[in-house]
């Protein structure tokens, strides 16, 4: 064909840009130098398991939670782990945990060798509801166990009701161990995440709030002691050398390049929190009265690691924004009480009727701290038609 031939009158269209459910590459859009470098930087000096990057995030963090020691390791899921092991739950013992959570929550009372009990959660929340709590405490002792701790999940973002749950744990005399993997950076009658709880735990996977570029997570506590032994526990229970074994542990580091990671996301972490802040407010706006938008209470903020919608066409919701390639997550269609693994254990007295309603109306939509307007119009809408 000729230079000169006129242009096609027919422009092709414009294919629409995919939706993410979470952009991670736009975030390396805008930190890919620095983080790059900083990758660079271990590769550099070798000290590929606790390089100084990790004690530097661990010091970075606790400056940023208020927690007095923080402790790196290898996942969300050991962070739960270490400090049940650190305070040695095992046979005999029962744990209290909510069904309606991510499995990792009472997997871990089970791999410590403990009993899960399954408890409740609050209809507009999803947090664990402290009636169910107090009635599963006693169905746990009518079961002839011993009620040791209770792991409260900051279901999506928004942590539990912490002042009632520790007020009734302290009464009935087991601990609290915070599970903050959805949750780091919220915060809690003007305390942060990870000051909530005798201990906390928290997931760097990589797509929570804040994630690195692998497995991650870290525990907060402010006991002196507790942190020692779970100091131990991450390294095969070590004791004052590597010839010394004094308790039966784990191989539990974070990696120094997930560290390196972390504090380059970590830099731009309160900016992203911000604008997670203004996406949530924005979808609010656009979908009530179209569907129930999640409720935050008062006294505390949500990260945003997921928006979750609640509505009876959630089905049709899920279909209708796939056929637009729209992505959503159903979180969770199965709770922990119904999976194989563990529908033997207890569950709290009154059953759990919130959990199963729940599981079948909850579905997240997109989002992250680089959702543009465009795209969140193009979401509303499409959950819009899907509800009719
Ligand atoms: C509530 C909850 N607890 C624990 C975990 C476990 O974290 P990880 O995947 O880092 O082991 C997760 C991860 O998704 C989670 O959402």
Not at 44 to 54: I, Y
């Given at each position: 064909?000729?230079?000169?031939?006129?242009?096609?009158?027919?422009?092709?269209?414009?294919?629409?840009?995919?939706?993410?459910?979470?952009?991670?590459?736009?975030?390396?859009?805008?930190?890919?130098?620095?983080?790059?470098?900083?990758?660079?930087?271990?590769l550099?000096?070798?000290?590929?398991?606790?390089?100084?990057?990790?004690a530097?995030?661990?010091?970075?963090?606790?400056?940023?939670?208020?927690?007095?020691?923080?402790?790196?390791?290898?996942?969300?899921t050991?962070?739960l782990?270490?400090?049940?092991?650190?305070?040695?739950?095992?046979?005999?013992?029962?744990?209290?945990?909510p069904?309606?959570?991510?499995?990792?929550?009472?997997e871990?009372?089970?791999?410590?060798?403990?009993?899960?009990?399954?408890?409740?959660?609050?209809?507009?929340?999803?947090?664990?509801?402290?009636?169910?709590?107090?009635?599963?405490?006693?169905?746990?002792?009518?079961?002839?166990?011993?009620?040791?701790?209770?792991?409260?999940?900051?279901?999506?973002?928004?942590?539990?009701?912490?002042d009632?749950?520790n007020?009734?744990c302290?009464?009935?005399?087991?601990?609290?161990?915070a599970?903050?993997?959805?949750?780091?950076?919220?915060?809690?009658?003007?305390?942060?995440?990870?000051?909530?709880?005798?201990?906390?735990?928290?997931?760097?996977?990589?797509?929570?709030?804040?994630?690195?570029?692998?497995?991650?997570g870290?525990?907060?506590?402010?006991?002196?002691?507790?942190?020692?032994?779970?100091?131990?526990?991450?390294?095969?229970?070590?004791?004052?050398?590597?010839n010394?074994?004094?308790?039966?542990?784990?191989?539990?580091?974070?990696?120094?390049?997930?560290?390196?990671?972390?504090?380059?996301?970590?830099?731009?972490?309160?900016?992203?929190?911000?604008?997670?802040?203004?996406?949530?407010?924005?979808?609010?706006?656009?979908?009530?009265?179209?569907?129930?938008?999640?409720?935050v209470?008062?006294?505390?903020?949500?990260?945003?690691?997921?928006?979750?919608?609640?509505?009876?066409?959630?089905?049709?919701?899920?279909?209708?924004?796939?056929?637009?390639?729209?992505?959503?997550?159903?979180?969770?269609?199965?709770?922990?009480?119904?999976?194989?693994?563990?529908?033997?254990?207890?569950?709290?007295?009154?059953?759990?009727?919130?959990?199963?309603?729940?599981?079948?109306?909850?579905?997240?939509?997109?989002?992250h701290?680089?959702?543009?307007?465009?795209?969140?119009?193009?979401?509303?809408?499409?959950?819009?038609?899907?509800?009719?």
């Open positions: 064909m000729p230079d000169t031939a006129p242009a096609p009158s027919h422009a092709p269209i414009q294919a629409t840009k995919p939706i993410l459910f979470i952009d991670l590459q736009a975030q390396r859009a805008k930190i890919g130098p620095r983080m790059d470098a900083a990758i660079g930087r271990v550099a000096h070798g000290g590929f398991v606790m390089g100084p990057e990790v530097e995030l661990e010091k970075r963090l606790s400056a940023h939670c208020g927690a007095k020691h923080v402790l790196t390791c290898s996942s969300g050991d962070a782990l270490i400090p049940l092991m650190a305070k040695g739950v095992g046979h005999g013992d029962a744990v209290l945990v069904s309606f959570t991510f499995t990792a929550t009472a871990v009372v089970a791999l410590a060798g403990a009993v899960p009990v399954f408890v409740d959660v609050l209809p507009d929340t999803f947090n664990i509801d402290p009636e169910s709590l107090a009635r599963g405490i006693k169905t746990a002792r009518t079961r002839g166990l011993r009620p040791r701790a209770v792991i409260p999940v900051d279901l999506f973002g928004q942590p539990a009701d912490m009632e749950i007020a009734l302290e009464q009935e005399g087991v601990w609290v161990l599970d903050a993997a959805q949750s780091y950076g919220a915060s809690y009658k003007n305390r942060h995440v990870g000051s909530l709880a005798e201990v906390s735990a928290t997931s760097f996977y990589p797509s929570k709030p804040l994630g690195c570029y692998g497995d991650g870290a525990v907060f506590t402010d006991d002196d002691e507790l942190h020692q032994r779970m100091m131990q526990i991450r390294v095969h229970g070590q004791g004052k050398d590597r010394e074994n004094v308790c039966i542990g784990l191989t539990a580091r974070l990696d120094t390049l997930q560290a390196a990671v972390l504090l380059e996301k970590l830099s731009v972490f309160d900016a992203e929190y911000a604008e997670r802040q203004r996406i949530a407010q924005r979808y609010h706006q656009l979908l009530t009265g179209v569907v129930e938008t999640p409720v209470r008062p006294d505390r903020s949500s990260v945003w690691a997921q928006y979750t919608i609640k509505s009876k066409a959630r089905d049709r919701i899920v279909t209708g924004l796939a056929a637009e390639k729209i992505p959503t997550s159903v979180l969770y269609p199965r709770p922990s009480h119904t999976q194989p693994a563990y529908r033997s254990f207890p569950i709290a007295g009154g059953g759990l009727p919130v959990t199963e309603r729940l599981a079948r109306e909850v579905v997240s939509l997109p989002m701290a680089y959702l543009n307007a465009a795209d969140q119009d193009r979401i509303v809408d499409a959950v819009r038609r899907a509800v009719g």
